[in-house]
């Protein structure tokens, strides 16, 4: 919360820009916009247990309501190996989610897309918007 000197009432603080350092180090923007993106899907809990909406439906709606929240700003990005992995375990992990396959059950992430019908698209999203 932000404290106003003049008046007795707070503001919420928001995460609206990415930050910038001087080394270019934009981990913590990812993992915090990922962070954000997850719970969005976690908010969305019931509309992914639903089992009269199709999967494709719900991959759609993942890409309309998740995807934006989690790749904010993202045209700022400096993206190494590091973020690149992020990137991609947030994907497979909310297509998991959505699919409701649990992390005990061992699957790699090419019969995660498959089951799901989709390809790798969050990071080739990514690397489109970039300026």
């Not at 954000?36 to 019931?46: F, N, S």
């Amino acid at each position: 919360m932000v404290e106003l000197e003049d008046q007795s009432r707070s503001i919420p603080s928001r995460t609206w820009v990415a930050k910038v350092t001087s080394n270019a180090d934009c981990v913590s923007d990812v993992k915090l916009r990922l962070a954000m993106g997850m719970a969005v899907m976690i908010k969305l809990t019931r509309l992914w247990k639903n089992k009269s909406v199709s999967t494709i439906t719900k991959l759609r709606l993942m890409r309309a309501l998740v995807w934006p929240v989690a790749t904010h700003g993202c045209e700022a990005w400096t993206l190494r190996k590091q973020e690149e992995i992020c990137i991609q375990a947030f994907e497979n992990k909310c297509i998991r989610k959505l699919l409701r396959i649990p992390w005990t059950k061992l699957m790699t992430r090419a019969q995660v897309y498959t089951m799901a019908g989709t390809e790798n698209e969050l990071l080739n999203h990514i690397k489109s918007c970039k300026l």
